[in-house]
């Protein structure tokens, strides 16, 4: 069974930095790409990033870029989002999600497995 875990959320200030981790089980890890993507109040879910694991390829969207990292531990079956410099839009539900590498389309939006989501507030 595939399981993702998210981790790590909470409150900060604007300007600091939180570290999220996903933590997945229940597939070959190097086979999948996995992704973050958030929902924050009242609006939809949108894209952070990407990683083509055996590629070690990621993919930003542009209202992150520069400001997030995407890494992942191979030997953990972990994948990590590094958020510096937050803003309070960043205030979001994050999630952990994976999808089969050969059925990735590149685009970095549809997913087969979501994790439960961990919830980061970015006071003002």
């Known amino acids: 069974e595939v399981q993702l875990v998210e981790s790590g959320g909470g409150l900060v200030q604007a300007g600091g930095s939180l570290r999220l981790s996903c933590a997945a089980s229940?597939?070959?890890?190097?086979?999948?790409?996995i992704g973050w993507f958030r929902q924050a109040p009242g609006r939809g879910r949108e894209g952070v990033s990407c990683l083509m694991i055996k590629h070690d390829s990621t993919y930003y969207y542009e209202s992150v870029k520069g400001r997030f990292t995407m890494t992942s531990d191979n030997a953990k079956n972990t994948v990590y989002l590094q958020m510096n410099s937050l803003k309070p839009e960043d205030t979001a539900d994050y999630y952990c999600?994976?999808?089969?590498?050969?059925?990735?389309?590149?685009?970095?939006?549809?997913?087969?497995?979501w994790g439960k989501g961990t919830l980061v507030t970015v006071s003002s």
């Open positions: 229940g597939f070959t890890f190097d086979d999948y790409v």
């Open positions: 999600a994976a999808i089969e590498y050969d059925d990735y389309d590149g685009l970095c939006e549809g997913m087969d497995y």
